[in-house]
């Protein structure tokens, strides 16, 4: 009824490597890399340069959702703007916060 000890040690398994044991734990790596942690670091990339690139004129839109106009830009090494929401209305708004830019200003036309 029960199995005896003796018969289960006497049982063959085959032995495998220990490569093949994380085996599997590679692959599922592998496919979370390709899958979630590439295209998140393409989107982190996209948004940087976004942010870069907007200059005084441009309408954007924030994190809360409201869209506004950029008026003026912080210094260099500043992740501030000023930004008017309504007429007169001015808001100072950190750069990580935009979300995207509606209409960009296109430069002028040096002759």
């Given at each position: ?11 063959d398994v085959p032995q495998v490597s220990p490569l093949m ?68 209305v001015d808001v100072k708004l950190l750069k990580s916060t ?14």
């Amino acid at each position: 009824m029960f199995i005896t000890p003796a018969y289960a040690q006497a049982a063959d398994v085959p032995q495998v490597s220990p490569l093949m044991q994380f085996l599997p734990f590679i692959l599922i790596f592998i496919i979370m890399y390709f899958l979630l942690i590439r295209p998140q670091q393409r989107r982190m990339k996209e948004h940087q340069a976004m942010i870069n690139a907007v200059k005084k004129g441009d309408r954007v839109v924030t994190a809360g959702g409201m869209i506004a106009k950029v008026t003026k830009l912080g210094p260099d090494d500043s992740d501030e703007i000023t930004a008017e929401i309504a007429s007169g209305v001015d808001v100072k708004l950190l750069k990580s916060t935009l979300t995207s830019v509606l209409s960009k200003t296109e430069p002028a036309n040096k002759k």
